[in-house]
């Protein structure tokens, strides 16, 4: 009987791994379209000689990338 509680005790850990990687991934995702959404204001702010949106985008981007790689690492295989 232990042993099968033990077992639970496992998978139950697992799926809080897969959850804790799906929302990192699902927060990457939502990072990365508001960098494509602020895309738009790096043209105008370079053009006015201020890099502010730019160095944004880029680290906001980074971030999203970030995130979802260290997500997709912790959610693991789907088809496992």
Avoid at 21 to 35: C, D
Avoid at 50 to 64: D, E
Avoid at 70 to 80: D, F
Wanted: glycine share 16%; charged share 15%.
């Amino acid at each position: 009987m232990a042993g099968k509680d033990l077992m639970k005790m496992e998978e139950a850990a697992m799926a809080g791994e897969e959850r804790v990687g799906s929302v990192m991934m699902t927060v990457g995702k939502v990072l990365l379209w508001f960098a494509f959404i602020l895309c738009s204001f790096v043209y105008v702010g370079l053009r006015s000689g201020s890099h502010m949106w730019m160095w944004w985008v880029l680290g906001q981007g980074t971030l999203g990338l970030i995130l979802l790689g260290v997500g997709a690492h912790k959610r693991g295989s789907l088809t496992e």
